[in-house]
T-cell receptor
């Protein structure tokens, strides 16, 4: 079974902190994604990576950056956390375009 | 621009009932459509993936159909159980893009 693992289920950070959310997949998938999910707004794509060190901005990249140094790991970085970044963050991966996507268990981030 | 709608937003049924969840999309030029379930506070679990060339997919008590020309997919759940209670999301991958567009979900409650 494909496994997508996010490093934390719950995080509480202070405003202005630099925050790292880690995601690891174990199936040699090419594509990896970061979404955030908010009530009433659904899932919104933050960043997408289609290969190691390759990335594309999604719909809401402002205030975020990403890193993909190894194929299995995709990190989301909040450069200076703000309260409006309090959200559920979801990582996903898929082998390549048109194949099944798999999600991690989610990280509930609270910025105070 | 692709838009994905799920109706109803919420549904409550007695245990044992067969039910249908609906997903509509505005642009019929799609690569595939994927159904997910999400339990409260958790990530998304993949249920079924239907490629654009397919009409339906089945997994256990679940059957998903796709009618591209009318921009619709349905998820049929047979003999519903309380454990089926969750939010069900559909996601569409439009031709020429790399990202899924998600519906807003149907929150299902199956009463024992």
């Amino acid at each position: 079974d494909v496994k997508v693992t996010q490093s934390s289920r719950y995080l509480v950070k202070r405003t202005g902190e630099k925050v790292f959310l880690e995601c690891v997949q174990d199936m040699d998938h090419e594509n990896m994604f970061w979404y955030r999910q908010d009530p009433g707004l659904g899932l919104r794509l933050i960043y997408f990576s289609y290969d190691v060190k390759m990335k594309e901005k999604g719909d809401i990249p402002e205030g975020y950056s990403v890193s993909r140094e190894k194929k299995e790991r995709f990190s989301l970085i909040l450069e200076s956390a703000s309260t409006n970044q309090t959200s559920m963050y979801l990582c996903a991966s898929r082998l390549e375009a048109y194949t099944e996507a798999f999600f991690g268990q989610g990280t509930r981030l609270t910025v105070v | 621009k692709q838009e994905v709608t799920q109706i109803p937003a919420a549904l409550s049924v007695p245990e044992g009932e067969n039910l249908v969840l609906n997903c509509s999309f505005t642009d019929s030029a799609i690569y595939n459509l994927q159904w997910f379930r999400q339990d409260p506070g958790k990530g998304l679990t993949s249920l079924l993936l239907i490629q654009s060339s397919q009409r339906e997919q089945t997994s256990g008590r679940l059957n998903a159909s796709l009618d591209k020309s009318s921009g619709r997919s349905t998820l049929y759940i047979a003999a519903s159980q309380p454990g089926d209670s969750a939010t069900y999301l559909c996601a569409v991958l439009t031709s020429g893009t790399y990202k899924y567009i998600f519906g807003t979900g149907t929150r299902l409650k199956v009463l024992a």
